[in-house]
């Protein structure tokens, strides 16, 4: 299975607002710091926003937080969110007919591993990603990539 950048992203958006939890953040310094698209940086944010993820607040001052704190934002909640499509293969989507249904084990085989992945991400939450010495090593990590602000 692979992510999509998306989720990604929104996992991004999300360490570094945990990082920065003493302070608002803007979408402009995030997209500097990770060098993405800040355009595409706004319909990830916003779409956080419509799950409850993060808080924005607009205007002078403004900025984003994160919605709650980060024992309370599951990753296979996340996941679950951002990701459109989590049909490993054709056969898992409604509606679609294969000529080996009933035969076949390959769905039965795919759902037990996607269910897995998911079991392993519902067991965790950003507080877990955002622990000592994971902490350390991802600040450590920004602070290698310094914001220049352009203005």
Known sequence: MRLTLHTDYALRVLLY???NQERRVSIHEIAQRYGISENHLVKIVHRLGQGGF???MRGRGGGLVLARSPAEIN???LVRFTEEDMALVACFQTGQSCL???ACRLQNLLGDALGAFMAVLDG??????LAPPERATLIKRME???FHDAS
């Open 54 to 56: 993060v808080t924005t």
């Open 124 to 129: 965790r939450t950003l507080a877990d990603l």
């Open 100 to 102: 080996l249904t009933g």
């Open 144 to 146: 290698s990539r310094p």
């Open 17 to 19: 607002l945990g990082l």
């Open 75 to 77: 990753l296979g909640d």
